[in-house]
């Protein structure tokens, strides 16, 4: 039966699929991209480098704590897209019960232990004394939005896996503009407002956050679309918790060994000095757009693969390997090309400094020839976490991260004396990870995880639960 809600990726054309499913998603990163630049104009050319300062110590523990919720929802789409594809509507209606339990359990635990920790965090990571207050102001303001950041990142997931990944674009495009419109207003106290200088930005996410999480669930219990959140029944969620544990708590260490691994390099290129800090964040930024595509079509490749796998249908698998290699390979080529050819112009749109803009355009020479490998992980990585099987990847990023890159990059930077050493340490950490990843999906040992799963027959599926509109059709 042909769903009436979301896009059935089982049949069809898997590159129409693969483009149609990863454009919204593309769009919403550029629009999210798009609005930290904004954000960070805001701050430091209005707010002055103090406050700058307050939300750079910060932001490594935000993202920590994002990629918590992010690799916990993870395995909400993964459960999601298998149930979907093989027209299970009964267990898909547990994992929505589960995963709102434990997605909103998880935000207000970590916001709980974010506000009474704050200060002894930011002093551990050697926060300058004159922005600490501040810093610890701001990001207790900030964790407010924990639960609701991760209940917009459940719902989007939970989209995602039954293919539609158009309605999420919509809220966070208003979103975006809603958090752009309200910064200054709360920054500089507009419209008969307090003045609330780097706090306002704080609070602009807090509220945006909430009146996009109330928007979007309204909107999707309003349509009765079959991941809309209620109030979850408890009777029946241990074995589908424990299988949304089983695959989430991987997918969130690994995301935080990432991100943890990101400030240890970051660490180690500090010790050569502001220039070369400078020149790392410049690089970073285009890293950012440039790693965009892949990452996206990683997720699109997960849950094109989560519910094939879920339908039994092994054979389509190798079609999503291939595409994924072209597409997300394609214009990653495009992209590295652009960044080895044009490094200087590329930098200057962030700074003009000549002395940082040296060892800037050495990193791009360096891991942008490489950005290719990075796209082509995501295509492996994300058939692996479509098949459920998360420890694997997480155990790829811990190779990566903590074998390779950070060792290497403190060993060999020391080595040569000079910051290039962690550049070809990020390029020699991509190359690694993608050998792994790539001998696993050739092994063929991640369809263990499917096949061990006990069969369950698909289930007549709710009309009511069923009906819909076609949001996600293309």
Known sequence: MKPTFGRDLTTGSIPKHMVAFSIPMLIGSFLQTAYSFVNAIWVGQFLGTSALAAVTVSFPVVFVLFAIGMGLTLATNILVSQNFGARRMDELRKVVDSSTVLTYALGIVLTILGELFAPDILRAMDTPPEVLAESTSYLRIFLLSLPFSFGIFL???????????????????????????????????????????????????????????????????????????????????????????????????????????????????????????????????????????????????????????????????????????????????????????????????????????????????????????????????????????????????????????????????????????????????????????MGYYFSGHWKRSIKRRPPTGPTTPNPGEMFGHETGEA
């Open 155 to 437: 719902m989007r997931s939970m989209l995602q896996g039954v293919g539609d990944s158009k309605t999420p674009l919509y809220f966070q495009f208003g979103s975006v503009l809603f958090t752009t419109a309200l910064d200054p207003i709360l920054i500089f106290g507009w419209m008969g407002l307090p003045k609330l200088g780097l706090n306002g930005t704080a609070w602009a996410t807090l509220i945006s956050q909430i009146v996009a999480l109330v928007a979007l669930i309204s909107y999707l219990r309003m349509k009765k679309v079959p991941v809309a959140p209620s109030w979850p029944r408890f009777n029946h969620l241990g074995p589908v918790t424990w299988a949304t544990l089983r695959i989430g708590i991987p997918s969130a260490f690994q995301q935080s060994l990432v991100s943890i691994g990101m400030v240890m390099v970051t660490g180690i290129v500090n010790g050569f000095g502001e220039v070369a800090t400078a020149a790392f964040g410049a690089a970073s930024r285009i890293d950012q757009i440039a790693f965009l595509p892949a990452m996206t079509f990683g997720m699109s490749i997960s849950t094109l693969a989560g519910q094939n796998l879920g339908a039994g249908h092994h054979d389509r698998v190798r079609e999503i390997f291939k595409w994924g290699c072209l597409f997300s390979g394609g214009i990653t080529v495009i992209i590295s090309a652009v960044a080895v050819v044009f490094p200087e112009a590329l930098l200057r749109i962030f700074v003009s400094d000549p002395t940082v803009i040296a060892p800037g355009v050495s990193y791009l020479h360096i891991v942008g020839t490489c950005y290719v490998l990075f796209a082509l992980i995501f295509v492996s990585n994300g058939i692996i976490n479509g098949a459920g099987n998360t420890l694997m990847t997480t155990v790829f990023s811990l190779i990566s991260l903590w074998v390779v890159r950070v060792p290497v990059a403190y060993w060999l930077s020391k080595r040569m004396g000079s910051v290039t050493g962690v550049w070809y340490a990020i390029a020699l950490s991509f190359a690694v990870s993608l050998v792994v990843s």
